[in-house]
């Protein structure tokens, strides 16, 4: 915090459930969600792999719309380099990032059956159950430690889960005992090259390809800082128990973005854009504290320290403008409590969207400090700084250090280039502390690896001197929002998803529905929908078909996606299909076409119409999908269609 205290008893609580409700339950979605092969079970005929999925037609190009959406909102509007790495990585990479010793979940096991169950997922769960079961009878205590538990579950250690385990009696989802808590590392290991000698793994995250490229990053942008590096790609991660759909894969897609700023000075130069944007915000006092997130300014966020600085903040103002864009109607970031935060980082906060199974974690905004690029830097005496020029030369105590490159050879031979980059490299505090000693006893002795070394007077000597210097080098901050693709598309589904009556839909679309009939719709943005828009003869009549190749092919010029629909169905049951796809307009030929050449557009929100000139139709799909026209402002351009040949087809 930077002492500014703040109230939060006195902001506006986000009251919203901890589940999405969904019309007609999850498998209602699920089954429409497989019937029109938005995705599947990947190898399904052969009985499948858990957290392994395939995407179907509709899937893939929502996704590809959403990257296309992401690369403009971020690398185009930021001006990012975008680079591709590879997936399989050399074992020290991730032995110098901390992965090959973090990158861990804590697992346990059903004594009697083996089952692998990740623990702290499962005692939030487990604490829910307790929670929403009236039949618990909990006192306000008890109910006060279940709420504490899940809140602190994804933070605490083994020995802490399984005091947890033994103070509640948890058991397994099959009644039995679990065994003593242990730590599971994520990733998929491999080896390189056909002896095997090499080991390498699956990269989990995408972060340490752009890690590894910073330099030339840097070089490819003149020198400039700050500066962003951005890849998409898929990353790997041995799920203990993957659960959930498309909410937890063990392959899956990441875009992710880090942000190269000196660590000095984080201000954004365009933090005005969002200082008066106002989000619901959970900050990691009202976590521990069982309250709700409350809804915040970044700008007040930020100047009381709840968001550490100002790119940080300016990223997750950037953030929830992208999940809006693609449709996102709950939203909350919420803040890594201390224990839960990664190795490597100084603040982070989760972009969380609600789904029928809770709060899932979307997006991740992280300062990762100088941790990535220090640590490689070490590892591989490679020089990782970006050099910062002051805008007048200024005068500044710097350390002298003079070493006998020849006194050191001889003395210590294969241990000498060690001896040297200590010397070179060690920090100003413990140089000078170095040379009191050497002054004072004539020698002193450094750590290097197992042991101690023992240097004398005549090798090395510090001082400090003044300088007019006209800049510095510096090691980067990293600000880094890294974006679970697949987990996005799902919540952005579900949030979405909705059963219509049939008959309102009738009632616009004069199709004749079976009573109590549901239609099933996707209310997604245009902007990500797989078509933009479907193109159908109200009966298949071969008057009709010229029209359909001739605003197809019209479709196809302008780079509009489309889908025809010419099956014999009656013409409302089409349009319940294409709504199922989430396509948000529909091109109708009537022979009305045959005598003015105008067609119906419908709107599948609203089920409503109106005819347009095949001549204006690309245009404006177009600026209806871009959302440079609103259907309100279609529908004032144009006559609402009440066509007698729908009538007609609606009364057969």
Wanted: aromatic share 10%; glycine share 6%; charged share 30%.
């Amino acid at each position: 915090m930077r002492g500014v205290r703040c109230s939060f008893h006195l902001m506006r609580v986000l009251d919203l459930p901890e589940k999405l409700a969904i019309e007609g339950g999850s498998e209602a979605l699920l089954d429409t969600c497989k019937r029109r092969f938005f995705f599947c079970p990947a190898f399904e005929i052969y009985n499948g792999v858990a957290g392994l999925y395939d995407y179907g037609p509709v899937l893939t190009a929502i996704k590809s719309n959403t990257m296309a959406l992401w690369r403009s909102h971020f690398i185009i509007e930021e001006s990012m380099v975008e680079i591709e790495t590879t997936a399989m990585t050399p074992e020290e990479v991730f032995v110098s990032s901390g992965h090959v010793e973090r990158f861990n979940d804590v697992m346990t096991k059903d004594v009697k059956t083996g089952e692998c169950i990740r623990l702290d997922k499962y005692l939030e769960d487990w604490c829910t159950a307790r929670l929403d079961d009236p039949k618990s009878k909990l006192n306000e205590v008890q109910r006060r430690r279940l709420m504490e538990l899940r809140v602190r579950a994804d933070g605490m250690s083994e020995r802490e889960m399984a005091e947890a385990v033994a103070e509640f009696q948890i058991k397994s989802p099959k009644n039995n005992d679990l065994a003593a808590p242990f730590r599971f590392n994520l990733m998929f290991e491999s080896h390189i090259g056909p002896d095997g000698a090499k080991r390498g793994y699956l990269r989990p995250e995408l972060a340490q390809g752009i890690f590894m490229n910073f330099k030339r990053m840097l070089e490819f942008n003149n020198g400039r800082m700050p500066f962003a590096g951005a890849t998409t790609g898929t990353a790997f991660r041995n799920e203990i128990a993957p659960r959930g759909g498309l909410m937890r894969l063990r392959e899956f897609q990441l875009a992710e973005v880090e942000h190269f700023v000196n660590p000095a000075f984080k201000d954004h130069p365009k933090f005005d854009r969002v200082r008066d944007l106002e989000l619901p915000l959970f900050p990691r006092d009202l976590q521990e504290q069982c309250e709700k997130p409350v809804w915040m300014t970044i700008g007040e966020a930020v100047e009381t320290g709840i968001i550490d600085n100002q790119t940080l903040g300016y990223f997750i103002g950037r953030v929830f403008h992208f999940l809006k864009l693609l449709g996102a109607k709950f939203v909350r970031f919420r803040q890594h409590r201390s224990k839960e935060m990664a190795h490597y980082a100084k603040d982070c906060w989760d972009a969380e969207l609600l789904t029928a199974a809770g709060w899932l974690e979307c997006v991740g905004i992280a300062d990762r400090s100088c941790f990535d690029l220090e640590v490689h830097s070490r590892a591989t005496g490679t020089d990782l700084s970006a050099f910062e020029l002051f805008p007048e030369p200024r005068e500044e105590e710097v350390l002298e250090r003079k070493l006998d490159s020849s006194l050191i050879g001889r003395t210590f031979k294969k241990d000498a280039a060690s001896v040297m980059k200590f010397l070179q490299e060690a920090d100003s505090e413990s140089c000078l502390g170095l040379e009191s000693t050497l002054e004072e006893k004539g020698f002193a002795e450094i750590p290097l690896g197992a042991g101690n070394l023992r240097i004398e007077r005549a090798m090395v000597k510090f001082r400090l001197t003044t300088k007019k210097i006209s800049g510095r080098n510096f090691i980067p901050s990293v600000i880094e929002p890294s974006f679970g693709v697949g987990r996005i598309l799902w919540s952005v589904l579900e949030q979405n998803y909705y059963l219509r009556p049939a008959e309102e839909a009738a009632s616009k679309d004069k199709s004749k529905p079976t009573k109590g009939e549901k239609r099933a719709s996707f209310s997604i943005p245009a902007r990500i929908a797989p078509y933009k828009v479907a193109v159908c003869p109200l009966m298949v009549k071969e008057a009709l078909m010229p029209h359909i190749y001739e605003i197809a092919g019209i479709f196809s010029e302008a780079g509009i996606s489309y889908r025809i629909d010419d099956t014999g169905v009656a013409i409302g049951r089409r349009y319940s299909r294409t709504d199922e796809l989430g396509v948000p307009f529909c091109v109708t030929v009537d022979f009305t076409t045959n005598e003015d050449q105008t067609v119906t557009v419908r709107e599948r929100d609203s089920c409503t119409q109106v005819r347009v000139p095949k001549t204006e139709l690309a245009q404006r799909v177009q600026e209806l999908s871009n959302d440079r026209m609103t259907w309100d402002q279609m529908k004032h351009r144009y006559p609402e269609h009440t066509a007698a040949a729908a009538e007609k087809v609606g009364k057969e």
